[in-house]
């Protein structure tokens, strides 16, 4: 399994996750500009089954019909909530721990509202979490705009990412860290966000 963290805009991640013997392959948040993720795609001879939209907002979302262009074949998933705001079509809408192969790789959908109602964040092979807009290195996601939820996201934080495994690599939606990526475990200890164990220390949170 082979993931690929490409920053586009200004700060925002996109993802390629491959299996190396099966040549699948997804986009995770095609975001501003796809290009980059198209052309690895190419040059890696992989094929593209999914785009995976973490939540509905335009910096994530915008060049997915680059994508279906290029790939006119490509599936577009994203849960129900968040799914019918998006101006294409999505042809896979993905509940709570819902399981989905791409070739030899295992992915478990979970469900996190908070900053959106139907954000989710993807587990990969028990290795990895690509978390959206939902956990940041360092912090979490904003619940001051439409559709954000204070009370969703300390319950998506401390009951959805908290319990899952110390040794998953956090990959997030932004580069809003002191890193790209960081351990699962190193956020429980280092993250504020996560550290916040009731919610009114969490809705102190600068
Ligand atoms: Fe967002």
Redesign the pocket.
């Known amino acids: 399994m082979t993931i690929k963290q490409i920053k586009t805009g200004f700060d925002n991640f996109s993802y390629i996750v491959y299996c190396s013997d099966k040549k699948d392959a997804l986009i995770v948040d095609p975001s501003y500009d796809a290009s980059e993720a198209i052309d690895s795609i190419k040059q890696n001879n992989l094929n593209l089954n999914y785009v995976i939209i ?4 335009f ?2 979302t915008k060049d997915i019909a680059r994508i279906k262009k290029a790939v006119p074949s490509v599936k577009i998933i994203a849960s129900e909530l968040d799914g019918k705001k998006l101006n294409e079509k999505v042809d896979i809408f993905v509940i709570d721990k819902q399981r989905l192969k791409l070739g030899n790789i295992d992915l478990q959908f979970i469900l996190t509202p908070g ?2 109602p139907g ?1 989710i964040c993807i587990l990969i092979d028990n290795e990895a979490l690509i978390t ?2 939902t956990l940041f290195i360092g912090d979490c ?2 619940t001051d ?1 439409p559709g954000g939820d204070i009370n969703q996201m300390f319950k998506s934080l401390q009951e959805k990412i908290k319990p899952l495994p110390d040794n998953l690599i956090v990959y997030p ?2 580069d809003y860290g002191e890193k790209p990526f960081d351990t699962l475990g190193n956020q429980k200890r280092k993250n504020k966000t996560l550290i916040a164990n009731n919610l009114e220390d969490f809705s102190k949170i600068p």
């Open positions: 973490t939540h509905f907002h910096d994530h900053h959106t954000g959206g807009d996601g904003r705009l939606g932004h």
